[in-house]
């Protein structure tokens, strides 16, 4: 799967059978906070979100920012990985929420 970082729209995507998934995110204060990942229907249930997360909170730690997650499926992916020293961002609503 290749994943592309589109820095100055603050965007991570990637297309497989010719859908694309993406991941938004903000950097403020020194932290990436993943902030939505769409994966479409048509591709969900391939680890595709979680790579993108992955390569998000990969980029951020080799650029010294803090991992951060508001969007929910990020949140359980920091719970998942404690390695990467991952926040649940200020914004987090809850369960199955994502913010833009």
């Known amino acids: ?7 100055e729209k603050k965007v991570f995507q990637t297309t497989v ?3 694309t998934a993406r991941l938004m995110y903000h950097v403020t204060d020194g932290a990436l906070d993943v902030r ?3 994966v479409p229907d048509e591709i969900s249930g391939r680890g595709i979100a ?5 390569a998000a909170y990969d980029y951020a ?3 010294g920012l803090v991992p951060v997650a508001t969007c929910s499926y990020a ?6 990985h404690p390695e990467y020293n991952g ?3 200020k914004d987090y609503a809850g369960e199955g ?4």
Not at 1 to 7: G, L, T
């Open 17 to 19: 059978d010719g859908e």
């Open 87 to 89: 926040k649940t961002g």
């Open 61 to 63: 730690l080799v650029n």
């Open 97 to 100: 929420t994502c913010a833009l």
């Open 1 to 7: 799967m290749n994943i592309e970082h589109y820095p």
């Open 75 to 80: 949140v359980v992916w920091l719970e998942r």
């Open 36 to 38: 939505h990942t769409i």
């Open 50 to 54: 979680s790579a993108l997360v992955k």
